[in-house]
Structures are given as C-alpha cells and as structure tokens.
C-alpha cells in the first residue's frame, strides 16, 4: 500500500521512514492543501495522512498519539449567509461543516491558520483537539475519493503557556510515537 505522509516540517519528517511516501508542507491549511494535492497528482497514494502535532481541547492528554474521526474548518466563518461557523461551501455549492476521516475514531481536529491560543475559539466543534494543517490534507484528499486519517501528537493544552525548552523536549519524545500509531490505523483500513 502507498502511504502519503504529509507533514508540516523536517523534524516531523524524519520519524518516518522508507515504507512511506513523505512531504513537508509547511506550516497551515493553504500550504498543507496545496502540498497534499501536488503530491497525490504525483505519487497516486492508495491513502494520505496528516500526521504531527496537536494541541489538546481538554479532551486529550499530552503525550497520547490520537487518529481522528473528522476534521473542521475552525476559521471558516459564512455566517453572513446563515451558515454556522466551520461550514464551508463547495464549488458545486453543497455545504458541509466537517470531512470524515476514515477512522473509526469519535474525536473531532479543529484546523486553523492561527496557532491555537484560546480554547473557546473551538467550543462551537466539540473538538478535541486542535491543528494547523489536516483540513488542508484532507480536503486534498477528499477531492481525489482518497482515504485520509489525521494522526497528531498531542503536545500541548491550549490556552497554556509551555517553558519552551520543556515543550521542545516533549514534542522529539512524542513524535516518535507517530510511524507506530500510522501504521496501526492503516491496517485497520
């Protein structure tokens, strides 16, 4: 099976070896969209993964490795045309508020372009957790009728202020745990 892992950087890159086809994206939504797409149009994976960190809602621990059931826009906001915040709108015009993930997993990835700070900024998703890229990755996917998971290292709780050099440690240590927690979900597929 080709596995894509898209990612945000080279130290998430790196815990992951030759059995998967790997893509540094950069950091947010729009980046992750754009890498997630170049490199199914290349590679024709037989699934796609947003794999990193995340920050936890307070629904998770730090340290836990977690695949998720769906992933929401948190940033989009149409309510001026009587959507609810997270819904977006296809090119077809059809609504939808979040992309199931194949994952059997009931957590919900709220996605945004701004570094999570404040935990009420989610609570409309019942998320729990909170990301930078994997709405981008699987909407990318979604578009090609790919199977994509989201599978984050929960590294912080948002609204929280980590010692920077506590959170550095944490973040290496956990995401080794990210290739083992893939695959697991992979062959549940």
Do not use: W
Request: proline share 4%; net charge negative; hydrophobic share 45%.
């Amino acid at each position: 099976m080709r596995i894509l892992v898209v990612v945000s950087d080279k130290a998430e890159c790196a815990v992951f070896d030759d059995r998967f086809i790997k893509v540094i994206s950069g950091v947010g939504p729009v980046f992750a969209a754009a890498a997630a797409a170049s490199a199914i149009n290349r590679f024709k994976p037989d699934a796609v993964v947003s794999a990193g960190s995340a920050g936890s809602l307070g629904k998770l621990s730090i340290g836990e490795c977690v695949s998720f059931g769906s992933v929401v826009y948190a940033d989009m906001d149409l309510s001026a045309y009587h959507l609810r915040p997270g819904t977006s709108l296809a090119p077809d015009r059809r609504t939808f508020s979040s992309i199931r993930l194949a994952s059997a997993s009931e957590h919900i990835l709220a996605t945004s372009a701004s570094f999570a700070s404040a935990e009420e900024r989610y609570l409309p998703f019942n998320a729990s957790a909170a990301d930078m890229e994997a709405y981008g990755v699987a909407y990318s996917a979604y578009l090609e009728s790919i199977p994509c998971l989201a599978v984050k290292a929960i590294t912080d709780i948002v609204g929280e202020k980590p010692e920077i050099g506590e959170y550095r440690k944490k973040l290496k240590e956990i995401r080794a745990k990210l290739p083992e927690m893939v695959l697991e979900c992979i062959a549940a597929l």
